[in-house]
């Protein structure tokens, strides 16, 4: 199969042709058809997130269809010819107390798809059919890939983030421009924060309704119940926090931020809250995807070939798209 490999952080990806992956006990066999690009593989490519898989194929919002079941794997329900996608999460031992509890997303032991295991930049994977998530009906392999990460870690980010009417996300890219779709379905005020500047995003932001945007340093025109920073850039959970309102909470909803810098207490003081989101569950991937059909969630997507995946990374980083990136296999 054909794949695009990370043979060390900082370098390019590879396109290479790699053995046809099997299925181990418990595991499936996927033809993909699309993967989503997160900036959490920006990340992992750049060599912020420690200790990956190498060489690592990259990728965790995958989209495509069972082809084969390794032992057992029939057990979870899922059977051949069914439309699955594979999230960051993959795989967790069961045992310990975060994963008994109902936290597995923060289980020692956790290995994550395009980072510890293979991902899905690549015409096929394996996954623990544990971990893998039934497509809702009516969505593309390249609307669905979005899905997977974009949205699920928004949607855990939009409940972490309480109640909140008015509501900011600071960084409008893939994950907010789903969240903000969710948060108006279920009746929220969004006010949406680009990089300073970034008119282009600020319409974008008020096209999918968006009732005020602006600069990432910009006051809005209300206190905020709460917001969700998506953008890497430690600096702006104090302006967050200068914009929240008192009892209001600021969530963090990357894997990887830039260090913040210290602020006043003031900015914390009335019971302000500030609290990061780490990985997902598999409760928060079934609510999320029982809910997008009920909310006619729909990314915007710009679509990218296979051997083009540094392209995609590039856009990325660049901020040269509206929306998310997809790598279309099929």
Same mark, same amino acid.
């Given at each position: 199969?054909?794949?695009? @490999?990370?043979?060390?952080?900082?370098?390019?990806?590879?396109?290479?042709? !790699?053995?046809?992956?099997?299925?181990?006990?418990? /595991?499936?066999?996927?033809?993909? +058809?699309?993967?989503?690009?997160?900036?959490?593989?920006?990340?992992?490519?750049?060599?912020?997130?420690?200790?990956?898989?190498?060489?690592?194929?990259?990728?965790? /919002?995958?989209? #495509?269809?069972?082809?084969?079941?390794?032992?057992?794997?029939?057990?979870?329900? !899922?059977?051949?010819? +069914?439309? @699955?996608?594979v999230p960051w999460l993959g795989w967790t031992d069961g045992t310990c107390a975060y994963c008994t509890s109902g936290r597995e997303n923060l289980c020692p032991r956790a290995k994550f798809t395009g980072y510890t295991l293979d991902g899905g930049y690549a015409e096929q994977c394996v996954a623990?059919?544990?971990?893998?998530?039934?497509?809702?009906?009516?969505?593309?392999?390249?609307?669905?890939?979005?899905?997977?990460?974009?949205?699920?870690?928004?949607?855990?980010?939009?409940?972490?983030?309480? +109640?909140?009417?008015?509501?900011?996300?600071?960084?409008?890219?893939?994950?907010?421009?789903?969240?903000? /779709?969710? &948060?108006?379905?279920? #009746?929220?005020?969004?006010?949406?924060?680009?990089?300073?500047?970034?008119?282009?995003?600020?319409? *974008?932001?008020?096209?999918?309704?968006?009732?005020?945007?602006?600069?990432?340093?910009?006051?809005?025109?209300? &206190?905020?119940?709460?917001?969700?920073?998506?953008?890497?850039?430690?600096?702006?959970?104090?302006?967050? !926090?200068?914009? @929240?309102?008192? #009892?209001?909470?600021?969530?963090?909803?990357?894997?990887?931020?830039?260090?913040?810098?210290?602020?006043?207490?003031?900015?914390?003081?009335?019971?302000?809250?500030?609290?990061?989101?780490?990985?997902?569950?598999?409760?928060?991937?079934?609510?999320?995807?029982? !809910?997008?059909?009920?909310?006619?969630?729909?990314?915007?997507?710009?679509?990218?070939?296979?051997?083009?995946?540094?392209? &995609?990374? +590039?856009?990325?980083?660049?901020?040269? *798209?509206?929306?998310?990136?997809?790598?279309?296999?099929?």
């Open positions: 199969m054909r794949a695009m @490999v990370l043979e060390r952080p900082c370098t390019p990806l590879v396109l290479r042709d !790699l053995p046809e992956p099997r299925p181990a006990a418990g /595991q499936v066999r996927i033809a993909i +058809d699309a993967c989503g690009v997160c900036r959490t593989d920006l990340h992992v490519v750049d060599g912020e997130l420690a200790d990956p898989k190498l060489p690592l194929v990259i990728g965790h /919002q995958i989209a #495509g269809t069972i082809v084969e079941l390794g032992d057992g794997a029939s057990a979870s329900g !899922l059977a051949i010819g +069914d439309r @699955v996608g623990d059919a544990r971990y893998v998530f039934r497509l809702p009906p009516g969505y593309t392999f390249v609307e669905a890939a979005p899905l997977l990460c974009a949205a699920l870690i928004g949607y855990r980010s939009l409940r972490l983030a309480g +109640d909140a009417h008015r509501l900011g996300l600071y960084g409008f890219g893939a994950a907010a421009h789903l969240v903000a /779709q969710l &948060a108006r379905h279920l #009746g929220r005020e969004i006010y949406a924060f680009t990089r300073p500047g970034d008119a282009r995003g600020q319409a *974008f932001a008020r096209e999918l309704g968006a009732v005020w945007a602006g600069g990432s340093g910009d006051k809005p025109p209300v &206190a905020l119940d709460a917001a969700i920073i998506f953008a890497p850039v430690g600096a702006l959970v104090p302006l967050a !926090l200068a914009a @929240v309102a008192p #009892g209001g909470t600021v969530v963090c909803g990357g894997i990887h931020m830039s260090d913040i810098p210290s602020f006043p207490y003031r900015l914390l003081w009335e019971e302000r809250v500030v609290r990061s989101v780490a990985n997902l569950t598999r409760r928060d991937g079934d609510e999320l995807l029982a !809910l997008a059909p009920a909310a006619d969630l729909r990314p915007t997507a710009r679509v990218y070939a296979l051997a083009d995946a540094n392209a &995609a990374l +590039d856009d990325l980083r660049a901020g040269r *798209f509206e929306g998310a990136a997809v790598i279309a296999i099929r």
